[in-house]
């Protein structure tokens, strides 16, 4: 460490400024951290051994077999269909597109009733559906029609039936619709018909009850519904508008979406694809205009700070004005009247309410500008220190990037695990008996209506596996944020607390080191309590939602007040957390003791606190808007004269979305260093006065917010005058060549700043 950096060891017996000498705090945090840590590497070592991921990607089938892979038959498992090949049959096809979840069990239930009424079977296939089958209404000459259409689409290549089917007891009935040229007006016994093959719901097979046009999407076939005047054509009957119409309906009602969601969903994916690199101009765009914003912010905020108050306080004044007026020419039209409706009398006393109301609301945001505007002032010099320090460690702008990159990281090691995790069941059978309509017609046997199925039953004790694995990822999530809040703080808080700006060398990468060598106690301490709060809004979230259809009105308002308390709470803990992070940065002490010190700078200076982050806050939030609104702007102009994309809004909400998250990455790192400068402030004020022995470490532009800031600054003054002769009797050769700037300038921010 350079010397003379920090202060001298007489300025250091003042408990003020960073610490030379640093030691390890909150060591018990970092070693349960640890702990913690090896008890998700031994979930992740069982959930590999008992879990198979491929499951979640590729899908599996009603008889737990996972599509395009070769798979065995589990152990217990009696299914005749269950470890079959399916290296050729990568895709999943539901017998019910209502049901479209990665069990391999899907029941369909009686509205009125819990009970079981039939587990919809789900296929691999080798290709996804490209006609489609509807059901017909039935009628004559139609109650063969499905069974015949099944029977031409699998000689064609395409199998919509449960495996085996037409090889075992389906082959009677293969070589029945092999005689028939057409499937309407088939005179056959009545053992073929459609309803001894397809069960009372359509659901569980061998056979669908209807197929539909699908499109593979991660390896699931999504039905399509542009194709529906098709497949009417290709059915036989006559299309008409009605006809379509009824199909739209009853496939609305069925899927419970739009019928042309598909259909826009499929544009919008290639308009993605054709519009990359105008989405690439305007991600890097965003990357510029908002390293530009930074650059001017300190300026940018000072115009904005005061066009706003200055635009509040008209308000004030024309707001209660305007609504007097009205309130005023409402009375004197009823005075007029001399039959007045009773509804006419209780407009103008509302209107005289709300005047009321908005005035009181008006005079007091007005004596609030007009008694805080010095306040505002100081907000707005913190602004242009943040941005002077930032503009002399630049490198600090991409410590966020650094910081996605962690995160992203846990986050991809996490799901991977969490793949393992929920697929971590052991299989089982299920066998069940299928209704048919006409079962004693004698089509099937009962050995053919009976199945066995296969599905994962979790183990008894996966809900505390679960609890315990997300906590991990708040945990570690709120780890790594709160690495960066520190180190950042670090690095403005060696700015602050060093009297000669240019012998601060390598703030940053000191920073990260304070923390990693000295802090990740205090930095697991105050994450876990952040990640507490985050599992326990978690499992209310999930009380609620498991309990909304039971629940009385008292106790869904109680849950939500709950929920909202939390919230709150979770708010003000980040904020004690974040300055106390700051503390440390700079003195060194534990998380309690940091949390407690802090907390009585920030009760003490409270009213600029609440400006600070409530007017701070939204010229922050005014920042990241104008670098969204910029970037939208550009796709708009770059996209929607391009006759090949569809849905242009698409590729530019993407872009959007990438701008706002660029924007708050870098904008943190100014709302950190705001705070940063804003504690090390209230803390060099509490502790020294400007005299002679106890100067401030402030800038010249801060120490005028302080109430003695005259003397400091006349002292100030004349410790220069006698630096400058220090220098001048030192160059003439009393004590050899010394460089009178460097002597000169004890404080060389503040003659920057004049600059």
């Known amino acids: 460490m350079a010397e003379g950096q920090f202060q001298s060891k007489e300025e250091d017996k003042k408990d003020v400024g960073p610490l030379k000498d640093r030691g390890c705090t909150d060591i018990i945090c970092i070693l349960i951290f640890i702990i913690f840590l090896g008890g998700m590497g031994v979930i992740a070592y069982f959930a590999f051994t008992l879990g198979d991921p491929w499951r979640i990607l590729n899908g599996y089938d009603s008889f737990g077999n996972t599509c395009g892979i070769k798979n065995t038959k589990p152990e217990g498992v009696t299914a005749n269909l269950a470890g079959r090949d399916m290296t050729e049959y990568p895709y999943l096809m539901y017998f019910d597109p209502t049901v479209m979840l990665p069990d391999s069990i899907n029941t369909l239930r009686d509205p009125t009733d819990t009970t079981p009424v039939e587990y919809t079977m789900m296929l691999c296939v080798k290709k996804c559906p490209d006609v489609s089958v509807y059901p017909i209404t039935a009628g004559t000459g139609t109650e063969f029609y499905k069974m015949w259409s099944y029977n031409k ?3 064609e290549g ?36 459609d309803a001894n093959y397809i069960t009372n719901k359509g659901a569980s097979g061998p056979c669908p009850e209807f197929v539909l046009k699908s499109d593979p999407i991660m390896n699931r076939c999504i039905p399509l519904f542009d194709e529906l005047t098709n497949a009417a054509e290709d059915a036989g009957e006559e299309v008409t508008e009605d006809f379509v119409n009824e199909l739209e309906n009853k496939l609305n009602a069925l899927l419970g979406t739009n019928v042309s969601a598909s259909q826009v969903m499929q544009y919008a994916m290639a308009d993605v694809m054709n519009s990359y690199r105008e989405i690439a101009v305007m991600c890097g765009s965003s990357l510029i205009i908002s390293f530009i914003i930074i650059l001017l912010l300190g300026w940018i905020a000072q115009i904005m700070i005061y066009a706003i108050s200055i635009l509040a306080a008209v308000a004030c004044i024309a707001g209660p004005a305007y609504f007097w ?11 007029k009247q001399t039959i007045k409706l009773e509804s006419q009398v209780d407009n103008v ?6 005047a009321i109301i908005i005035t009181v609301i008006c005079v007091v945001v007005l004596l609030l500008i007009i008694f805080l505007r010095s306040r505002v002032g100081l907000m707005v010099t913190l602004f242009k220190e943040a941005g002077f320090m930032v503009m002399r460690m630049i490198v600090i702008l991409f410590t966020p990037i650094i910081l996605a990159l962690f ?11 969490s793949g393992y995790i929920y697929t971590a069941g052991t299989a089982t059978d299920l066998t069940f008996t299928r209704q048919y309509a006409m079962s004693d017609q004698g089509a099937l046997t009962d050995a053919e209506m009976n199945i066995t199925m296969v599905y994962y039953k979790d183990h008894d004790y996966i809900i505390y596996v ?81 309990t909304k259809d039971s629940q009385s009105e008292v106790v869904k308002y109680l849950l939500m007040c709950l929920q909202c308390c939390l919230w709150c709470f979770e708010k003000v803990m980040k904020f004690i957390n974040r300055n106390a992070y700051i503390y440390t940065a700079f003195k060194g002490s534990n998380f309690c003791t940091s949390c407690k010190k802090v907390f009585g700078l920030l009760m003490s200076n409270l009213v600029r606190v609440g400006v600070i982050n409530c007017v701070g806050s939204f010229i922050l939030f005014i920042g990241k808007f104008l670098v969204v609104m910029v970037t939208g702007i550009l796709g708009y102009f770059m996209l929607s004269k391009d006759e090949q994309i569809e849905y242009w809004a698409i590729p530019v909400l993407i872009a959007s979305i990438f701008a706002f998250a660029v924007a708050h990455t870098f904008f943190s790192v ?36 302080v109430d003695n800031s005259s003397e400091a600054l006349k002292n100030l003054k004349r410790k220069k005058g006698q630096q400058r002769a220090q220098a001048k009797a030192a160059k003439s050769g009393k004590s050899g060549e010394v460089d009178a700037k460097q002597t000169e300038q004890m404080y060389p921010s503040l003659e920057m700043s004049e600059k």
């Open 349 to 354: 006393q509302t209107l005289m309410i709300y």
């Open 153 to 155: 689409y699998r000689k």
């Open 325 to 335: 007026y009205v309130w005023y020419q409402a009375k004197e039209e009823l005075d």
């Open 407 to 417: 995160i992203l990281a846990w986050a991809a090691l996490w799901s991977f695990v």
């Open 670 to 705: 100014y709302e950190i260093g705001i705070d940063t400068i804003f504690v090390c402030f209230a803390e060099d004020e509490t502790k020294n006065d400007g005299t002679p022995g106890r100067e401030y470490y402030m800038s010249k532009n801060l120490m005028q917010w």
């Open 158 to 193: 395409q199998d919509f039936c449960e495996y085996e089917f037409w090889d075992t007891y389906g082959k009677e009935l293969a070589e029945e619709m092999d005689n028939h040229s057409t499937g309407f007006g088939i005179s056959a016994s009545d053992k073929f018909k």
């Open 466 to 546: 679960w609890l315990y694995h997300l906590f991990g990822l708040y945990w570690g999530t709120e780890f790594f944020l709160a690495c960066h809040e520190m180190a950042i703080a670090g690095a403005f808080c060696q700015f602050y607390w060093t009297r000669d700006k240019r012998k601060v060398s390598f703030p940053v990468v000191r920073g990260i080191w304070w923390v990693f060598r000295y802090h990740l106690g205090t930095v697991a301490f105050g994450s876990c309590i952040i990640a507490i709060i985050q599992l326990i809004r978690t499992i209310l979230a999930y009380i609620q939602n498991k």
